[in-house]
């Protein structure tokens, strides 16, 4: 079946960085596009990144400069690493992906941005 974990979050001060991962199994990863989202306290799930299959990639206006997504085929993992992180990037990050219009979650990992 297909799974998502990811990992790496954590408590980081303003202006630090973090590097997300995802492992994926279950189905052929490089032929799928991967996506993170984050959902804050309060607030709606929200588009992060996506990488496509050819390693195109697109951002949300929010993160742009900031964050970069990039995966490995040969380890079926997707990352995200993210510098000069703020207080409102604190949330907790999914990675995302899409199979024959059914979309999959992992379980989250919780980046807190604060001193």
């Known amino acids: 079946q297909v799974q998502l974990v990811e990992s790496g979050g954590g408590l980081v001060q303003p202006g630090g960085s973090l590097r997300l991962s995802c492992a994926a199994s279950?189905?052929?990863?490089?032929?799928?596009?991967m996506s993170w989202y984050r959902q804050a306290p309060g607030k709606e799930r929200e588009f992060v990144a996506l990488i496509t299959t050819t390693s195109s990639t697109n951002y949300a206006d929010s993160v742009k400069g900031r964050f970069t997504i990039s995966r490995d085929n040969a380890k079926n993992t997707v990352y995200l690493q993210m510098n000069s992180l703020k207080p409102e990037d604190t949330a907790v990050y999914y990675c995302?992906?899409?199979?024959?219009?059914?979309?999959?979650w992992g379980q989250g990992t919780q980046v807190t941005v604060s001193s």
């Open positions: 995302n992906t899409n199979i024959l219009t059914r979309q999959y």
């Open positions: 279950g189905f052929t990863f490089s032929t799928k596009t």
